[in-house]
């Protein structure tokens, strides 16, 4: 990749920001790991040439922002599961109730048992 045209080197990223994108919509996680190391050293590379087209690098610029913003509400997603499957497991084992004087109180109980709801 060292001897070939800038240009080569801006097509190849915006192809990947492109694969990147359609991964993270598919919710293909390893695809979207495998593409880290490449994108990165193509934005190296870009970052050590003269750049003459601005235009192009700013449309690059807007992929890349577009793909992290995809990505930071993928994570944010993935937290929220996690924070969603804690709470379930909480649930499970405890019943969190108030007494009479609003003062809490936690009913553990067993794996085998279970809470009737009525309306």
Do not use: W
Not at 10 to 38: F, H, P, S, Y
Not at 54 to 72: F, G, I, P
């Amino acid at each position: 990749m060292a001897d070939e045209p800038i240009e080569d080197t801006i097509n190849v990223l915006d192809d990947l920001l492109d694969q990147e994108r359609a991964a993270m919509l598919e919710g293909d996680l390893e695809k979207i790991a495998r593409t880290l190391d490449l994108k990165q050293s193509l934005i190296e590379r870009l970052n050590r040439l003269d750049m003459a087209d601005r235009a192009t690098l700013e449309a690059l610029n807007a992929k890349v922002e577009r793909n992290q913003s995809l990505l930071n509400a993928a994570l944010e997603g993935i937290r929220a599961v996690a924070r969603r499957l804690a709470t379930m497991r909480r649930i499970r084992s405890s019943l969190d109730t108030y007494d009479a004087n609003g003062r809490k109180k936690v009913i553990t109980m067993s794996p085998d048992r279970s809470v009737e709801k009525r309306a």
